[in-house]
């Protein structure tokens, strides 16, 4: 058991950003031993607006940062507008863009990480490739589904905490996480959009 005990190097949350090393596998970014080719994941994002009213909230911001391309630092910005669609349930959407501000083409691998909660391990074994929407369902808490307006890849891994009793090591599910990904070109000077959104039902 103990050989099996990873430590995260960064909080689990939604709505991170990663840009992946070309050879990571499901395996390695579920073990959090993989390489980031971004400064994105642990630094602060520049706000550009909020917006809070009765049933609706809306928050853009954006980062200005590097990723690492073939050796080479590559001036990336990431731009996301998360919109609360429903507070009853909630239900959001992030309009994502993505900017190549180097001098040629970059090729990029990027991946928004999502966290849920559910009750049961079994509701988010779900993996997928260039699909549009999956949905998962928690038979205690309801479901979600996630959807996007351009064509995704999909992982997802448990999250398990690890305590020590008389027994030996003991896990413990506490959620699970996925990463909606895209391998992408973006042309020097151009950028790439795509609408993320979660909408959950009751059971």
Request: aromatic share 12%.
């Amino acid at each position: 058991m103990a050989s099996r005990i990873v430590y995260d190097w960064h909080e689990r949350k939604s709505l991170l950003d990663h840009f992946l090393h070309p050879a990571t596998t499901l395996e390695d970014f579920a073990s959090a031993r993989y390489g980031e080719q971004g400064d994105f994941v642990l630094a602060g994002y520049e706000v550009i607006s909020k917006t809070a009213l009765e049933g609706f909230a809306r928050l853009s911001m954006r980062r200005k940062g590097t990723v690492w391309v073939d050796g080479e630092a590559v001036a990336v910005e990431v731009a996301k507008t998360i919109a609360m669609t429903d507070d009853k349930n909630g239900s959001w959407e992030c309009d994502y863009e993505i900017f190549n501000h180097g001098s040629k083409a970059a090729k990029l691998w990027f991946g928004s990480e999502l966290c849920f909660a559910f009750s049961e391990e079994a509701a988010g074994k779900k993996q997928g490739q260039s699909i549009r929407s999956v949905r998962f369902e928690d038979k205690n808490n309801g479901s979600v589904e996630i959807s996007s307006d351009k064509e995704f890849n999909l992982w997802t891994f448990p999250l398990h905490t690890v305590s020590q009793s008389e027994g030996g090591f003991e896990r413990t599910y506490q959620g699970t996480a996925a990463l909606v990904h895209h391998r992408l070109e973006i042309q020097a000077g151009h950028s790439f959009k795509f609408r993320l959104s979660a909408k959950t039902y009751e059971s």
